[in-house]
């Protein structure tokens, strides 16, 4: 979404002191707006996700008539319009850099009564989205997509959806939740199975605006015909977010940090475990529920890291956390070795071919395979790196510098504000050096 090219300078750095909180989830922040616009009545959000990527799915909502109030920053009140109350849009709807906000968009946006268009930034009209016009269209839906299935999506409304039973290629949250928000406008009852469970915000937060859905580890099924009632929601601290501190508080000696109220939903926490197994010291406090998510305090020290096999069955519980994963194993001592994780090259860049790239030019030594990558850890290196303006990428590669034995310049930075807005300034409160380049 953002145009503007800006490049950080990431210098060695640390340790990391203080207590810090990060912004709010991403996954939670893009599903309380949406299901808060179809329910009927009015729903706060607290916690809201103040970032690029969420700010764009609440835009597309008052395009289709819903009012958004922001009373003050992270609060947002819905005057949700009912599930039949969205308005057509004048014009194209922009998802940003939102590969969430654009599949989940897909879904909902098939049962409405009229026609949109949804379209996206550089990098994520690049991204593949026959994932879910296939099982739409298997609904009933018609979507029409550039060659190779790619954006701008031209949703056609006033279609008869039907219930499917549909059994997901790949792990993906997002093409089970795109399913399941068509779902809302189906006749009939429609069944999700994954071959993996993922995040299941979507089935948790349907459930509490009312609607009668049974979800459990991999399947959900919901039934045609209810109607969703508001409710407040409560965002957690987004994990994601929090694991560039947690790698960065574990390598960088001296580290001793307190991480407040992160959302530790078992399927977002992959790289706590791959952590803990490479010999990190971070501990859980005052483990509590919020808004029907569970969140603790983390107290990370730094920990000399070893490399490990990732396990192949954390891959869905950690796949938005390998770019920072990377530079703990180049951190690390010995080799770590990263496999079934193909979905990363389709991901806001290719973030095998980014990481691998980038962490090369700082001389570590990394092979890249077709589903992940071989990372030997020692000593990291200064120099220029590229992150595809990916936020990850370039958050990664601030904390490498932190080790690095000379500054980083990393191309492309602007993106981090899609998902962790704020990034540079709380990296510099707890002890990292990162400044806009000159
Ligand atoms: C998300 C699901 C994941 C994740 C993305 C957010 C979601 O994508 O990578 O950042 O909110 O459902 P996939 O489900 O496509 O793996």
Not at 62 to 85: C, F, N, Q, T, Y
Not at 247 to 266: D, E, F, K, Q, Y
Request: with cysteine.
């Amino acid at each position: 979404m953002t145009t503007e090219r800006i490049d950080w300078i990431s210098r060695p750095a640390g340790p990391l002191t203080g207590e810090i909180t990060v912004p709010g989830d991403k996954s939670i922040s893009h599903r309380a707006i949406m299901l808060a616009s179809l329910a009927d009545g009015d729903s706060r959000i607290d916690g809201f996700l103040e970032g690029e990527d969420t700010r764009a799915t609440a835009a597309i909502f008052a395009k289709m008539g819903v009012r958004i109030d922001s009373p003050s920053p992270s609060r947002r009140i819905v005057h949700g319009v009912g599930l039949h109350g969205l308005a057509a849009p004048d014009g194209v709807l922009d998802c940003g850099n939102a590969g969430t906000g654009m599949r989940l968009l897909a879904g909902l946006l098939a049962g409405q009564a009229f026609d949109t268009t949804l379209t996206g930034d550089a990098s994520l009209r690049k991204r593949p989205m026959r994932r879910v016009i296939e099982p739409l269209s298997a609904m009933g839906a018609r979507i029409d997509a550039e060659p190779g299935g790619l954006p701008p999506l031209h949703i056609h409304g006033r279609s008869n959806l039907h219930g499917v039973d549909y059994e997901l290629p790949v792990a993906s949250a997002q093409v089970k939740s795109a399913v399941l928000l068509a779902g809302l406008y189906a006749d009939g009852e429609t069944v999700v199975r994954e071959p993996h469970p993922t995040r299941d915000y979507t089935e948790r937060m349907l459930a509490a605006f009312g609607w009668p859905i049974g979800f459990e580890p991999g399947r959900a099924r919901l039934p045609g015909g209810h109607r969703l009632r508001a409710t407040d929601i409560v965002v957690p601290a987004d994990f994601s977010s929090a694991a560039f501190f947690l790698v960065a508080a574990s390598i960088i000696p001296g580290s001793h940090l307190l991480l407040r109220a992160v959302g530790l939903n078992p399927r977002r926490t992959g790289l706590l475990d791959a952590l803990r197994l490479m010999g990190a010291d971070i501990r859980e406090h005052d483990t509590r529920e919020q808004g029907g998510e569970r969140v603790a305090d983390l107290e990370v020290r730094h920990a000399p890291l070893h490399g490990i096999e990732v396990p192949v069955e954390l891959v869905p519980d950690m796949i938005d956390e390998f770019p920072i994963l990377f530079v703990a194993a180049a951190a690390a001592r010995g080799t770590t070795t990263v496999r079934g994780a193909a979905e990363l090259r389709v991901k806001e860049s290719d973030r095998i071919a980014m990481m691998a790239t980038g962490l090369a030019a700082l001389g570590v030594r990394i092979a890249e395979t077709p589903d992940g990558a071989i990372i030997e850890g020692g000593r990291i290196g200064g120099g220029e790196v590229d992150s595809a303006t990916d936020h990850r990428i370039a958050m990664s590669f601030v904390v490498a510098a932190a080790i690095a034995d000379a500054p980083v310049r990393i191309h492309d930075c602007a993106n981090v504000a899609t998902s962790f807005p704020g990034f540079a300034e709380l990296a510099r409160a707890c002890g990292l050096d990162v400044e806009a380049a000159e």
